[in-house]
């Protein structure tokens, strides 16, 4: 063992872990230009690159740390999760069945196969996967939770829920859980029941826009307006070039416009201001131009000025 090698070596694990990515790098790099066989670099390397969505490189490092040490388990699992990032769904699946060999019933291993076959479009082969994963390690909340987003797909609702059911009782920290649940219900029909699981995720993940548009949209559905108008307010706070939220947060302001009495103009005026922001970001659509139209006529006016549309 090189010992400027491994300085350098640790040197680049210690910036990694500080987030100092470009240092890092070049320390490992170092490192492999002392030790070319240093197999460990190769798979921090390789990790590091990973991270920073430099996939393709990352599976070249991966592949040379394995090819130095076979024994490497964690190269498996990285070097399966960037050739699934590019696309490479059957390699990928094969370097993670490489791993079953250090550890046969290893469940995140069957998970890892399992979303690998569901981004590549077969559902029956993921399902297939998460439920070995389950039969592995029944308390795997994961495996649960992606096996009940393949079957509310497949259509299989009732089974879909209880697996969301299942991870959230297995896993009641995880905000990405109650979500699902929450998708699961509202699909089912039971839009209460999906409202509290969504705000459970919220409660559980503040900054997730996903969640909050989920909650925004089944609180308009309920007709309570109020209470999305402050949701959509709070999507927008996180995603501030999204059309489809300013476009919903005018439509409810117009909705709540309509009930205002003496208010209405000053609401309708908001509804308008929202609307035309939607259109600003998305000009195509007709749904948020009709409205706007009519809150227009509502307060007695032509729009300020043409839309790209109108040209």
């Known amino acids: 063992m090189n010992d400027l090698a491994q300085e350098h070596a640790k040197r680049g694990f210690a910036l990694s872990n500080e987030g100092s990515e470009q240092e890092a790098e070049a320390a490992y790099r170092e490192a492999l230009r002392l030790q070319p066989d240093y197999a460990l670099v190769h798979n921090n390397l390789g990790l590091l690159l990973f991270e920073q969505g430099r996939w393709e490189e990352a599976v070249s490092e991966l592949k040379e740390a394995l090819r130095l040490d076979p024994e490497q388990r964690p190269s498996y699992c990285i070097l399966g999760h960037a050739l699934r990032r590019l696309g490479r769904y059957d390699k990928a699946v094969d370097v993670y069945k490489l791993e079953l060999i250090f ?50 797909l497949q259509g ?28 699961v219900l509202d699909r089912k029909g039971d839009l209460e029941a999906a409202l509290a699981a969504f705000e ?33 307010r709070q999507v927008i706070r996180l995603e501030p070039g999204n059309a489809e939220a300013w476009g919903q947060l005018g439509t409810n302001l117009h909705l709540r416009a309509l009930t205002q009495g003496a208010d209405r103009l000053h609401g309708a005026e908001a509804a308008k201001e929202a609307l035309e922001k939607a259109l600003t970001l998305d ?8 409205l706007l139209k009519d809150v227009n006529d509502t307060l007695g006016l032509q729009p300020r000025f043409r839309w790209p549309w109108q040209k």
Not at 108 to 125: A, H, I
Not at 128 to 135: G, L, M, N, P
Not at 202 to 231: H, K, Q
Request: proline fraction near 6%.
């Open 283 to 290: 000009p195509r659509r007709r749904d948020f131009r009709r």
């Open 200 to 232: 459970r995720a919220i409660e559980l993940a503040p900054d997730w826009a996903l969640a909050r548009r989920a909650y925004a949209r089944g609180l308009a559905s309920a007709r309570r307006t109020d209470e999305a108008i402050a949701e959509y």
């Open 156 to 183: 299989e609702i009732d089974a879909a829920l209880a697996e969301q059911y299942e991870a959230v009782r297995l896993d009641p920290t995880q905000g990405k859980a109650y979500f699902n649940l929450g998708q």
């Open 103 to 152: 550890e046969p019933d290893y469940a995140p291993v069957y998970n890892n196969m399992g979303l690998t076959l569901f981004e590549k479009g077969d559902r029956p082969g993921a399902i297939a996967h998460y439920r070995k994963a389950i039969e592995c390690d029944p308390t795997f909340a994961l495996s649960h939770m992606n096996l009940g987003i393949a079957l509310l």
